[in-house]
Protein backbone atom coordinates (compact mmCIF):
# COMPACT_ATOMS: atom_id res chain seq x y z
CA UNK A 1 0.00 0.00 0.00
CA UNK A 2 1.13 3.43 -0.76
CA UNK A 3 0.19 6.90 -1.42
CA UNK A 4 -2.00 8.94 0.38
CA UNK A 5 -3.55 6.35 3.22
CA UNK A 6 0.47 5.39 3.65
CA UNK A 7 1.41 9.16 4.21
CA UNK A 8 -2.02 10.01 6.09
CA UNK A 9 -1.00 7.30 8.78
CA UNK A 10 2.69 8.44 9.06
CA UNK A 11 1.28 11.86 9.94
CA UNK A 12 -1.32 10.31 12.42
CA UNK A 13 0.91 10.60 15.60
CA UNK A 14 1.53 14.23 14.95
CA UNK A 15 -2.47 15.24 14.07
CA UNK A 16 -3.64 13.44 16.63
CA UNK A 17 -1.13 15.62 19.05
CA UNK A 18 -1.60 19.04 17.59
CA UNK A 19 -5.29 18.63 16.44
CA UNK A 20 -6.97 20.54 18.86
CA UNK A 21 -4.23 23.69 18.67
CA UNK A 22 -4.48 23.93 15.07
CA UNK A 23 -8.06 23.15 14.94
CA UNK A 24 -9.24 26.49 17.75
CA UNK A 25 -6.62 28.39 15.77
CA UNK A 26 -8.54 27.81 12.56
CA UNK A 27 -12.01 28.05 13.96
CA UNK A 28 -10.76 31.54 15.56
CA UNK A 29 -9.79 33.07 12.26
CA UNK A 30 -12.57 31.69 10.66
CA UNK A 31 -14.41 33.33 13.08
CA UNK A 32 -13.24 36.84 12.14
CA UNK A 33 -14.26 36.50 8.56
CA UNK A 34 -17.58 34.07 8.76
CA UNK A 35 -20.82 35.08 7.65
CA UNK A 36 -23.34 33.82 9.95
CA UNK A 37 -25.28 30.90 8.21
CA UNK A 38 -25.03 27.26 7.34
CA UNK A 39 -23.35 27.92 4.59
CA UNK A 40 -20.12 29.50 6.24
CA UNK A 41 -20.01 26.01 8.55
CA UNK A 42 -19.99 24.07 5.56
CA UNK A 43 -17.12 26.09 3.78
CA UNK A 44 -15.35 25.99 7.57
CA UNK A 45 -15.02 22.57 8.26
CA UNK A 46 -12.95 21.09 5.44
CA UNK A 47 -10.89 24.29 5.51
CA UNK A 48 -9.94 23.36 9.15
CA UNK A 49 -9.46 19.36 8.30
CA UNK A 50 -7.20 21.09 5.78
CA UNK A 51 -5.19 22.57 8.24
CA UNK A 52 -5.16 20.57 10.80
CA UNK A 53 -3.72 17.99 8.33
CA UNK A 54 -1.34 20.86 6.73
CA UNK A 55 0.08 21.10 10.46
CA UNK A 56 0.51 17.54 11.20
CA UNK A 57 2.13 17.18 7.71
CA UNK A 58 4.66 20.36 8.92
CA UNK A 59 5.09 18.66 12.37
CA UNK A 60 5.75 15.20 10.58
CA UNK A 61 7.97 16.88 8.32
CA UNK A 62 10.54 19.06 10.44
CA UNK A 63 10.03 18.07 13.69
CA UNK A 64 9.16 13.85 14.17
CA UNK A 65 11.59 12.61 11.62
CA UNK A 66 14.43 14.51 12.32
CA UNK A 67 14.26 13.87 15.84
CA UNK A 68 13.60 10.14 15.52
CA UNK A 69 16.17 9.97 12.93
CA UNK A 70 19.13 11.52 15.10
CA UNK A 71 17.75 9.58 18.14
CA UNK A 72 18.30 6.47 16.59
CA UNK A 73 21.86 7.45 15.30
CA UNK A 74 22.65 8.60 18.82
CA UNK A 75 21.51 5.39 20.47
CA UNK A 76 23.53 3.35 17.92
CA UNK A 77 26.77 5.35 18.85
CA UNK A 78 25.68 4.85 22.85
CA UNK A 79 25.03 1.36 22.79
CA UNK A 80 26.18 -0.09 19.12
CA UNK A 81 24.70 -2.53 17.33
CA UNK A 82 22.76 -4.46 19.54
CA UNK A 83 22.69 -8.62 19.02
CA UNK A 84 20.14 -10.23 20.38
CA UNK A 85 21.16 -13.03 22.76
CA UNK A 86 21.69 -16.23 21.77
CA UNK A 87 18.83 -18.96 23.23
CA UNK A 88 19.80 -21.25 25.54
CA UNK A 89 18.39 -24.89 25.46
Not at 14 to 27: D, E, P, R
Not at 56 to 66: H, I, Y
Request: overall charge positive; glycine content about 10%.
Amino acid sequence: MTGLPVRLGDWSYSLYLTHMLSANFFGLVWGRVAMPGLLDNAIALPLILLGCTLVAWASFSLFEQPVTGQSKKLGQRIFGQLRPAAAQV
